[in-house]
C-alpha cells in the first residue's frame, strides 16, 4: 500500500496506494466542513491539487440534513470529491467539548457505511496536563478500540491514533502495539494544544517516540498540523500526511498564515503576496471585499501558502537538503530553535536514517547543525573504526578550500615525512588526513568564524580523540620539520577509508597482502585498489567513498562472518538477483541492522552465498516491513554458477 | 529630494524625488540593455511596478543604430518607460573589458544629452585584488572626475560611485570626500566580484565604512546587487537601491534565482512557483518552451522572485523585524553566516541607528542575535547608567514568562525584604530587577535551551557588573531567606529607568524630593510619577519606559546643562513648536548626538528655553542632513507663552 520513492533521512516522499487512488506523501488533507464549504471539495481537488481531504463524519451523523444523503449517495456524491476521502471520528470533538454521544463501533460502522476511504478509530485524546496513569489508562481504552475497529474494518482503510499525552515513553508503547494491529495508517493525536501552546519541544519528543514504535511502511499523520511553519520539521522527523482546518478557520477570522507566522488582516502594514489568491490585491482591496469573498480569499491564500512551503520540502527532500531548510524554518521562533536543538536528544536514532552520503554539499547554519546525524555517524565511527597509521600526531586548524589535503598539500607531506600524521581540528572533530575527502568532510562548508560552542567541540573531541587512539606524541603543525622517512600515504588512505565504510574486519580482508593502488593521473585522487592482483574497490570521485567490486565483496563474504553487510533474500529471488536485477522488499529475509542507505551491500542466499553486489536504498526495519520498493539497487549480479 | 518615510535601524524605507516621479526605496532597478529588451521597459513598468530602471550609456553611444534615436527623441522614449531612467557611465565595462573608449566629460554629456534622469561618474572599478596604493591612487581620479561630473550635471541627478576595493579606511575617506559634493545619490562601486566569490563578510565592511562617511539624506546604491539573498542584509545596513542584470542575464543561460540560490533549469529537480510566470507551469512544460519564450519566462520569475522579497523586505522594515528577517536569510549559505557575525564589529555604529524601542517582541534566533545593537545599547547603558539600590545582590536564573518580576514575584520580594537586589543573569547580561519591564528585556523571546555562547557571557557580564557596580554581598537567589527590612521597590524602579532611559542627572533631576508612585489598579504596574506634586513621567505599558511630561521637561532644562535631549530649532520655527506642531529636518539647528531615534527629548531654541517636549524620528545627523520630513513629533508644545 505505500513506498517509498525518495528519501532524506527520515523524510520521504512516498506513494500511498487506497481504492480511491494513489496519495503521493507528504500531503496534507484540507479539512473540510459538509455544512460550510469554504472552498468546495471540487475546487480543492482541480485547483489546488489536493488528492486527498479529510472530513468529520462525527458532525455528518448527527446532521439530519446530510446523514441521510451520505448513507444513500456516499460521501464521495456528498462532497462532491473524486479523490481520497478520509473521516474523523469525533474524538477532537471529544476534546473540545468533554464528550461524544457516539461509541467507538457506531461510528465506525457509519464511516464504513458512508463510504469513507480511511476511517479513524474513536480513540481518546490524551490532553498534556494528563497525568502518566490517567494517560496510560486511557490509551488501554484507544488500543482496545483500535483492535475493535480493525476487526469490523472490511475494506475500508483504519487510522489507528497513537496517544500519550507528553509522555515518551507511552507514545512508545502505544506505538508499539499498534504496531501489531491491522493498521493502516497512524495519526500521532492529542498534539494540538502542544502547537498552540508553541511546545514545539515536546512536539519533537512526541513525534520521535512514535515513529520509534511505529512500522515504518505506514504512513504517519500529524494530527491537526496545517501551519506551514511547521511542516518541514514534522517531515524531517517522518510524518507523511497532515491535515489543516485552519486555512478555513483562519480565514473567518480574517488571518492570513505566512511561513512565517498568522497574522490578522486588520494588523497587516502591507500585503506582499503574489499567489493567485492574492495577486491583483492590495491590502485595501482585500479589506474591502465583502465579507464571504474575503474569507474565500484568506482561505484560497491559505492553502497557497500552505501548498508552497509543501511544495518546497519535496524540493529539499529531492535534493538530500531537508536538514538545510528546517534548519532555516526553526529560525521564525524561538520556540521552533528549542525544538531543533531538542533533536541533539535523538541522534542515534536520527543516524539509523542517516544516508552514507548525500549528492549535495553540507551548509552549516549555526550551532545546531551539529545536531545532524552526519556528524554522529562521524563522531562513532572515527571513534570505533580508526585505526593511527604511526604514534605521532601533528595537529592543523580547520581550513576553507576543502578536501584538506589540498589546501594543506605541502604541510602534510611534510609532517609526513617525520612520520606524523596529520590531524585537523574541524568543526566534525578530528579529521585524520587520510579521511579528508569522505562525506560529509570534504562536501561541507561552514563559515569561517566558527561559534564558540563548534570550536570547544572541536578541541575537545580532538584532545579526546589523541588520548584514546593511542598516540604519543602531538605536535603542532608548524613544530614538525621536513624529515626524510615517513609513509606512503596512499594506501594508508584507502585503508582507513575502507575500515571507515565498511569496518575494520572487512577492511583488512578488502586491502591486504600485495596492494596497489590505481590514481587518476589528472587530480592524482584514488580511483582503484588493486589487492593480490584483484580489483577489489574503486573511489568515487563525488564523495571520497569506495563502491565495492564484486572480488572484493567475494572476501568479505569469505572472511567477515554475517549479518556485517548482508541482505539475505528468499530463494526465489535467487535467480532474478543473480543476474543483476533489483532487490525488492518482499523479497527481503534479513538485513545487517547496521546498514544505512547508500551503503554498499552483499546479497546473499539463506546459505551466505553471495548473490550480487550493490546499494542500500533502505534500511533493515524498511526492508523488512515494506511490501513495495526497491531495498537493494544491485550493481552486479555474481551469483550466476 | 530624499525623506525617511519609515525606519527600522539603518534600513528605510525611503521616498526619492525626481524629475521623472518619485521613487519609493529600497528599490531594484532592473538592468535593460538596449540592445536585447528580454522584458520591455512597458512591461517592468506596467506589470511588474517598477517605477526606475539602469540603462547603460555607453552601450546606446557606441551603437550607431540607437545613439541618433536616444540623442533625438531621449531614452525615456526610446525605451519606451515612463518612469526614471538611470544610466550607468561604462565604468563596469572596463572592468569586464579593461578600458573604454571614452572621456568621463564625454559620457556625463551624454547622459544629459539623451536626459538620464540619473547620470553616473566614469569612475574607477577599484578592484579586490588591488593594493591599498593602487586603490588610492585611483579614488583620487574617482573623485576628480566626480567633482568635474558634478560641475556639469545641470538639471541631471549625479551618481557619484564609492570604490575603494576591500579597504574600510579607503572606502570612508572616498565617502567623507564625496559627501562634500553636490552629488545626489551614492553608488556603492567594485562589489560585483566581492558577491561572485561569496565574500560577503568583506561586503558588510565595505557597506558599513561606506555609510559611515555619507550623508544620510542621500540615497546608497549597491551597485550590481540583485539576487534576492543579499537584499534583506544590504538594506538593513542602509542600501536604498539596488539594480540587477542577472534577471535576464540568468535567464538566458536557463537559470532562475530564488531566494535560497541559483538553480540551472536542467538541475532542478522540481518547480515549485506559484509566481504569476511559473504557476501554469511544470518543471517539464517549462524545458519544453521554445527558447525565447522561455527566457522570457524565467526572466520574469527572476523578477517575480526579486520583488517578492523586496516587498518582504519593506513588510519587516514595517514590523520593526528586519534583524530576524536577516538572520534568517544569513542561514541559507556559511558565507552570509559569516557576513552576520561581522556585524559583531560595528556594534557601536549600528547603535546610533537603534531605536530606543520596538513595537513588536524580539526573537532571538542564534549566538548572532548577540550583535543586534539592542544588546550594545543595552551593555553600555547598564554599565554607565545603573546605581544599585543596596550593596546585596541576589542571583537568578532567566525564566521564561516575562517580565521576571511576574514569574519571580514572590522570590524577589523575599530577598528584597533581606535587602537585596533581584539581579537576573539573562542573554542580555545581568538584569535588575528594577529593570525588567524595558524594552527589550520583557519584550524578548529566548529558546528555553540557551546555546554556550550566551549562557558564557551572561554569566561572565553578571560577574563583572556584580564587582564593577560595588555590591559587597553576593547570594544565589535560594540563599537569601525572608527578612522584615528591605525597600519599597516601586520608586527604585521609577529611578532606575529613569536613568536607564535619561542618564543619572535628568533622573535625579526628575525624581526627588517627595515622591509618589501611582500604579494601576490592574496590573500593579508603575503608570505615573510625582515628584513634589508635580507629574513628571508617565509609564508606557508597551516597553516599560518613559513618556516625559512637559514638567519633567523643565525641570532638565533647568537642572542639566545642554546639549543633553535637546534639539534645537532656529527661530521661525519657535511660533509652530511651541503650540504643538513637529518639528521638521529644516527647521533644525543642532541636537544632541546621544539622542536616538523613539527617544524623549526637548525642543528648545537657540537660547535654551523650552519649546516642546516630543519623540525623535531621527538621529542627529539626519536630522542635521535632511531637507525633508519629521525630526521630531511633538507631543506637548510648552513655549507658548
Not at 500531503?27 to 471539495?41: D, G
Not at 515518551?168 to 501552546?197: A, F
Request: glycine share 8%.
Amino acid at each position: 500500500m505505500f513506498e517509498i520513492v525518495r528519501r532524506d533521512g527520515l523524510a520521504r516522499i512516498g506513494r500511498f496506494e487506497t481504492r480511491s487512488g494513489i496519495l503521493e506523501t507528504p500531503a496534507l488533507l484540507p479539512v473540510v466542513n459538509p455544512k460550510i464549504l469554504t472552498i468546495t471539495p471540487a475546487e480543492l481537488y482541480e485547483e489546488f491539487g489536493f488528492k486527498a481531504l479529510i472530513t468529520n463524519s462525527y458532525i455528518i451523523k448527527n446532521s439530519d440534513d446530510i446523514r441521510e444523503r451520505a448513507l444513500n449517495e456516499g460521501l464521495h456524491s456528498l462532497l462532491g470529491f473524486p479523490g481520497i476521502v478520509m473521516t474523523d471520528s469525533g474524538t477532537f470533538q471529544s476534546h473540545m467539548y468533554g464528550e461524544v454521544e457516539v461509541s467507538n463501533e457506531e461510528i465506525i460502522e457509519f464511516q464504513k457505511n458512508i463510504g469513507s476511504d480511511i476511517g479513524t478509530v474513536l480513540d481518546i485524546f490524551t490532553e498534556p496536563f494528563w497525568s502518566e496513569e490517567e494517560t496510560s489508562a486511557s490509551i488501554d481504552v484507544t488500543l482496545k478500540r483500535t483492535r475493535d475497529a480493525v476487526s469490523m474494518k472490511g475494506d475500508m482503510m483504519i487510522a489507528g491514533v497513537v496517544q500519550g499525552s507528553v509522555y515518551p515513553d507511552l507514545r512508545r508503547m502505544c506505538s508499539e502495539r499498534m504496531k501489531e494491529m491491522d493498521v493502516d495508517v497512524h495519526p500521532i493525536g492529542g498534539v494540538v494544544p502542544l502547537m498552540e501552546q508553541y511546545r514545539y519541544s515536546e512536539l519533537v519528543d512526541v513525534i520521535i517516540n512514535s515513529k520509534m514504535g511505529l512500522s515504518p511502511d505506514r504512513p504517519v499523520h500529524l494530527f491537526g498540523a496545517g501551519h506551514p511553519m511547521i511542516l518541514s520539521l514534522a517531515v524531517l522527523l517522518g510524518c507523511d500526511m497532515f491535515d489543516s482546518a485552519s486555512y478555513a478557520k483562519f480565514a473567518r477570522d480574517d488571518r492570513m498564515m505566512f511561513i512565517d507566522g498568522t497574522y490578522r488582516i486588520e494588523d497587516m502594514l502591507s500585503l506582499d503576496c503574489k499567489c493567485p489568491a492574492c495577486k491583483d490585491h492590495t491590502l485595501e482591496t482585500l479589506r474591502a471585499l465583502p465579507e464571504k469573498e474575503r474569507i474565500r480569499t484568506v482561505a484560497r491564500h491559505n492553502l497557497y501558502e500552505i501548498t508552497k512551503e509543501l511544495a518546497l520540502v519535496k524540493r529539499y527532500i529531492l535534493e538530500g537538503r531537508l536538514w538545510e531548510l528546517v534548519e532555516q524554518r526553526c529560525r521564525s521562533h524561538p520556540a521552533l530553535l528549542d525544538a531543533l536543538r531538542r533533536l541533539n536528544v535523538y541522534r542515534d536514532f536520527l543516524e539509523t536514517y542517516e544516508p552514507i552520503s548525500r549528492d549535495g554539499a553540507m551548509f552549516y547554519t549555526g550551532p545546531e547543525t551539529r545536531n545532524r546525524p552526519a556528524f554522529r555517524r562521524y563522531e562513532k565511527r572515527i571513534e570505533e573504526r580508526y585505526v593511527p597509521v604511526t604514534d605521532k600526531a601533528a595537529l592543523f586548524e580547520d581550513r576553507e578550500g576543502k578536501p584538506y589535503g589540498r589546501s594543506y598539500c605541502e604541510d602534510f607531506a611534510r609532517v609526513r615525512s617525520s612520520g606524523y600524521v596529520p590531524i585537523v581540528l574541524s568543526p566534525f572533530g578530528p579529521v585524520p588526513a587520510e579521511l579528508d575527502e569522505i562525506y560529509p568532510i570534504a562536501q561541507s562548508l561552514f563559515p569561517s568564524v566558527a561559534d564558540k560552542e563548534t570550536e570547544e567541540y572541536s578541541e575537545n573531541s580532538v584532545m579526546e580523540f589523541v588520548s584514546r587512539s593511542g598516540f604519543s606524541e602531538v605536535a603542532d603543525m608548524d613544530d614538525v620539520p621536513h624529515g626524510n622517512g615517513g609513509y606512503d600515504h596512499l594506501p594508508e588512505k584507502a585503508k582507513a577509508v575502507a575500515r571507515y565504510q565498511f569496518g575494520k574486519e572487512a577492511a583488512d580482508a578488502l586491502i591486504c597482502g600485495n596492494v596497489k593502488i590505481v590514481t587518476s593521473k589528472n587530480t592524482g585522487k584514488i580511483r582503484n585498489v588493486i589487492s593480490d592482483d584483484e580489483h577489489v574497490l574503486s573511489m568515487r570521485a563525488g564523495d571520497g567513498l569506495f563502491t565495492l567490486r564484486p572480488e572484493g565483496a567475494l572476501r568479505i563474504v569469505e572472511k567477515v562472518p554475517g549479518p556485517h553487510m548482508r541482505v539475505v533474500v528468499s530463494d526465489d529471488a535467487v535467480p532474478f538477483v543473480s543476474e543483476g536485477r533489483n532487490v525488492f522488499c518482499a523479497f527481503v529475509k534479513e538485513c545487517d541492522p547496521e546498514i544505512r542507505t547508500m551503503d554498499e551491500v552483499l546479497v546473499v542466499d539463506g546459505n551466505g552465498k553471495l548473490l550480487a553486489v550493490g546499494r542500500a536504498m533502505l534500511i533493515r526495519d524498511e526492508m523488512l516491513s515494506f511490501r513495495k520498493g526497491v531495498a537493494v539497487k544491485v550493481r552486479d549480479g555474481v551469483g550466476k554458477s
